[in-house]
């Protein structure tokens, strides 16, 4: 569920757990269907928030461990 200030929450149903994101969690998560890959979702987050290439893309690969770590 994305939130008015673009944060969000993410439901784990079979954990019974709810996950807070902050906007850029949120953004990568919303692009996490099956069809980019980790570097697509990096390169199009660059211009989403004006940051660079390197820091997103360590971002995207950080959060996208940890939703996998969690099983996610």
């Known amino acids: 569920r994305i939130l008015d200030d673009l944060s969000g929450v993410a439901i784990d149903p079979g954990a019974g ?7 850029v969690a949120t ?10 890959t980790v570097d697509e979702i990096a390169d199009d987050l660059v211009a989403v928030f004006d940051a660079p290439q390197a820091i997103i893309a360590a971002d995207v ?4 461990g940890d939703l996998a770590d969690k099983g996610l």
């Open 17 to 23: 757990a709810a996950h807070a994101l902050n906007p």
């Open 27 to 36: 953004a990568i998560l919303e692009r996490c269907d099956g069809s980019l």
């Open 61 to 64: 690969r950080s959060f996208v």
